[in-house]
């Protein structure tokens, strides 16, 4: 053979070896990239998991603690604080919605319903408070309008009669909605105990720090809730 031509096969080879090794250089760099890109995904996705459930955490607690520490806080501080910590958690959820919605995580999606279940319990705490001043002010007007009635001569006795009978039905209605909220509350605490339960474990597996707060504070939480269901009943 032509030492011209054998050489022509010689450099194609070689080239041939050169295209062979860039093409597996292009495809290494470009998975690579792929991995790199991923990875930092992966890590901007978690650092935001982590910077939402700190910030819950942070706010929930104080109102979980609210029976241990109540003389450091009013009635008008309280529900403007839990007002507000709703807004706040509504913003997470709004937040999570929107974080990387094409990606499929089973932890943001607990975290979006524990949030929302959040918001429920801290609505029907609220409540209850409320719904408690209601029947201490209730049992109050009941009272005095029974004591009036009792007392009564016969020219006003109709009068104070109609009024005793609307306290009654009033003091009625708002013990029984005391109650309502009271039991409601609980059961949405309890859940919430359990859901962070599954929250911590997922957290966990993906190198996240969580802290359970609900069983922390559930003893005194219970504790509210029996003495107010007590005050409840005897309110009349």
Avoid: W
């Amino acid at each position: 053979m032509d030492l011209k031509l054998i050489s022509i096969f010689t450099n194609i080879k070689i080239m041939k070896k050169y295209i062979l090794f860039g093409c597996l250089l292009a495809v290494v760099a470009i998975a690579a990239g792929f991995y790199i890109s991923h990875r930092m995904k992966i890590s901007n996705f978690h650092e935001k998991l982590q910077t939402v459930i700190n910030k819950d955490q942070g706010i929930t607690e104080i109102i979980l603690k609210a029976e241990t520490e109540s003389s450091q806080m009013t009635y008008s501080e309280l529900f403007e604080f839990c007002d507000k910590s709703v807004k706040d958690r509504t913003e997470m959820l709004i937040e999570l919605r929107g974080l990387y919605p094409d990606k499929e995580s089973v932890l943001k999606d607990s975290l979006m319903y524990f949030l929302n279940e959040e918001n429920k319990m801290v609505r029907l705490k609220v409540q209850s408070y409320r719904k408690y001043i209601d029947v201490s002010i209730g049992k109050d007007s009941y009272e005095e309008a029974r004591d009036n009635y009792i007392h009564s001569d016969k020219y006003d006795r109709k009068m104070y009669f109609k009024m005793y009978r609307n306290s009654l039905s009033k003091m009625t209605e708002d013990t029984r909605e005391l109650k309502d909220v009271l039991l409601t509350f609980r059961e949405t605490y309890e859940l919430l105990t359990e859901m962070e339960k599954s929250i911590e474990s997922l957290m966990n597996t993906e190198g996240l720090k969580f802290t359970p707060i609900f069983s922390k504070y559930e003893a005194a939480n219970q504790a509210y809730v029996k003495t107010s269901l007590k005050y409840a009943i005897s309110a009349y």
